[in-house]
T-cell receptor, first 110, second 112 residues
Framework: GQNIDQPTEMTATEGAIVQINCTYQ??????LFWYQQHAGEAPTFLSY????GLEEKGRFSSFLSRSKGYSYLLLKELQMKDSASYLC???????????FGAGTTVTVRA | DGGITQSPKYLFRKEGQNVTLSCEQN?????MYWYRQDPGQGLRLIYY???????QKGDIAEGYSVSREKKESFPLTVTSAQKNPTAFYLC???????????FGSGTRLTVV
């Protein structure tokens, strides 16, 4: 199986920046997804990294280091609506299914 | 609009009864998945199907069964053999390997 670790909870202030780390140990790594999930709702796609480096998409950026088994999701200019759980998920070569981390609950305070 | 539909949103069942959760997609995706989510835990894979008439067990398949008779449909049956069935169930689909999932809105099952 895969070991995917991310912090359980993080709290930040509106307008600030938060970085959510995800580490993984797996063989046959292909790529890494980040999803956002509001309470009681379905996860929605945020980003997908296959190559090393930073991918920027508006207020959200995602970084991947394949050699270190490490990724982070950076949320800038935090808004109250960003309060949610953020899921890190790993895909493997020659495999359809994703393996998910336990998720990081981010609380944005005024 | 294309999407993936789960029904019902909330489901209550008595202990010992089998129950079937519906999942339908009109995205023309080949692959479909069922995950279970418990409070404070990540998504755990129950079953997945890469193509019609074929499916594989995930990490926690015991007490569950599925069928994939049509490309659009992937129903999940929670049997009485599942010891702790109360959970949030998510269905997803993807067009192929390494593609992002599209999730349904989920079914919250409560067994009393």
């Amino acid at each position: 199986g895969q070991n995917i670790d991310q912090p359980t909870e993080m709290t930040a202030t509106e307008g600030a920046i938060v970085q959510i780390n995800c580490t993984y140990q797996t063989s046959g790594f292909n790529g890494l997804f980040w999803y956002q999930q509001h309470a009681g709702e379905a996860p929605t796609f945020l980003s997908y990294n296959v190559l090393d480096g930073l991918e920027e998409k508006g207020r959200f950026s995602s970084f991947l280091s394949r050699s270190k088994g490490y990724s982070y999701l950076l949320l800038k200019e935090l808004q109250m609506k960003d309060s949610a759980s953020y899921l890190c998920a790993v895909s493997l070569r020659n495999d359809y299914k994703l393996s998910f981390g336990a998720g990081t609950t981010v609380t944005v305070r005024a | 609009d294309g999407g993936i539909t789960q029904s019902p949103k909330y489901l209550f069942r008595k202990e010992g009864q089998n129950v079937t959760l519906s999942c339908e997609q009109n995205l023309n995706h080949d692959a479909m998945y069922w995950y279970r989510q418990d409070p404070g835990q990540g998504l755990r894979l129950i079953y997945y199907s890469q193509i019609v008439n074929d499916f594989q067990k995930g990490d926690i398949a015991e007490g569950y069964s599925v069928s994939r008779e049509k490309k659009e449909s992937f129903p999940l049956t929670v049997t009485s053999a599942q010891k702790n069935p109360t959970a949030f169930y998510l269905c997803a689909s993807s067009i192929d390997r390494a593609a992002s999932y599209t999730f349904g809105s989920g079914t919250r099952l409560t067994v009393v």
